[in-house]
Structure formats: structure tokens, C-alpha cells
T-cell receptor
């Protein structure tokens, strides 16, 4: 069964600190992996998208890594800001067929001053 | 482009009433998704369309739910009759599907969601 597991479920950090969120998946065959940020009361917004051949991608203070061999991805947030408080969702799509996105449950991040 | 547009933003209805949620995808996108989000279950795919054709509706909870996409610029999700357990935020998303053999697509853009409360 295609699944996406995220950890931790929730995280609290102080402003200015770094953090790393984890994503493990069993989706096969793999096509791409995306990280989305969802602010409270809003729809998810894409941060990064990585295909099989990419192992790192950055978007400002966000850096995503991908290890296709171990089927793991991480999202690293540097120098966190209060505005980083949101849910971060890992989404994987399978190779071949129509582009069905498989969502993880998300990590709820709270950045405190 | 204004992005994916959903209406209404909020809907409060009584149990048993019919509810219709609307979505306008991004122009040029050929894939449209309806999702439901709750605290307990996270984001769940209800149905997705490709080129206006329903491809996978296995996530539709039961016969009370139905979705249509009469043309490339409009889709509806209807619940009839509605029940309190249908209360959730319903998201519509669209993307451009590029290639069947690889499953390649552009990123999916989400609307702001419709918060449905059934009392």
C-alpha cells in the first residue's frame, strides 16, 4: 500500500532556531516528492518538488533532501521565524498513470518568540 | 491568473440539506482534485478529474457525495443529504498533468478551501 509517514507529529521551537522534519514513504514506483506549507485557515502552498534524480533543493530558508534508496526525505528550516508556524505536508506521487498525490498527515510546527 | 477559486468560503447548513461546493481551476490546468481535511484524518483525496473525466473516485465516502466537471473551468462537489460528520474543510486543487508514462505533472495549486459546518 502506498503510504507517506511524517515525524514528528508536532514540534515547538524558539524563533531563530533550526529544525528538521522527516518524511518516509513506501510509494512505488516513485515519481516525485513535494513539501507543502499550510498556514492555518488556508490551502497548502508548494515549497519544493524533487524528482528521483534530485537529492536536495532549496527555497530560501527551506532545504529539502531526498534519499530515493531509503525512501526518506527531510525538510530543514534555518533560522526559524514566527511566520514559519504552520503545518508542513509531505506529498509523494507515483510514477506512471495519472498524477495521484499521496499525502502525509503533516507536522505541525509552532515557532515561539 | 487568480489561482484556484473556491466558493463559498464558509457554509453552515442544517443536517439533511443539500450542499454544493464550487471550484474554478487555474486556466490551462487539466487535472482537478477535491480533498477533504479534518483534524483527525488530515487531507483525504475524494476524487480527481483529468481532462474533465473522473479518473479516481475511490475516496468519495458514500453515495451522498457526487462531483461533476462539466467543462475545463468549473467543477462542483455536492453532498445530499448532508450530515454533521461531513463537517470539514473542502479543498479543490488543480495541476497540469504532463505525461502518463512517468506521472509527471506540475505542482498542484490549492484553493482557499470551503469550511463546511453541518448542524
Amino acid at each position: 500500500k502506498n503510504q507517506v509517514e511524517q515525524s514528528p507529529q508536532s514540534l515547538i521551537i524558539l524563533e531563530g532556531k533550526n529544525c528538521t522534519l522527516q518524511c518516509n514513504y513506501t510509494v512505488s514506483p516513485f515519481s516525485n516528492l513535494r513539501w507543502y506549507k499550510q498556514d492555518t485557515g488556508r490551502g497548502p502552498v508548494s515549497l519544493t518538488i524533487m524528482t528521483f534524480s534530485e537529492n536536495t533543493k532549496s527555497n530560501g530558508r527551506y532545504t529539502a533532501t531526498l534519499d530515493a534508496d531509503t525512501k526518506q526525505s527531510s525538510l530543514h528550516i534555518t533560522a526559524s521565524q514566527l511566520s514559519d508556524s504552520a503545518s508542513y505536508i509531505c506529498v509523494v506521487s507515483a510514477r506512471g498513470g495519472y498524477n495521484k498525490l499521496i499525502f502525509g498527515a503533516g507536522t505541525r510546527l509552532a515557532v515561539h518568540p | 491568473d487568480a489561482g484556484v477559486i473556491q466558493s463559498p468560503r464558509h457554509e453552515v447548513t442544517e443536517m439533511g440539506q443539500e450542499v454544493t461546493l464550487r471550484c474554478k481551476p487555474i486556466s490551462g490546468h487539466n487535472s482537478l482534485f477535491w480533498y477533504r481535511q479534518t483534524m483527525m484524518r488530515g487531507l483525504e483525496l475524494l476524487i480527481y478529474f483529468n481532462n474533465n473525466v473522473p479518473i479516481d473516485d475511490s475516496g468519495m465516502p458514500e453515495d451522498r457525495f457526487s462531483a461533476k466537471m462539466p467543462n475545463a473551468s468549473f467543477s462542483t462537489l455536492k453532498i445530499q443529504p448532508s450530515e454533521p460528520r461531513d463537517s470539514a474543510v473542502y479543498f479543490c486543487a488543480s495541476s497540469l498533468f504532463l505525461e502518463y508514462s512517468t506521472g509527471a505533472s506540475t505542482e498542484a495549486f490549492f484553493g482557499q478551501g470551503t469550511r463546511l459546518t453541518v448542524v
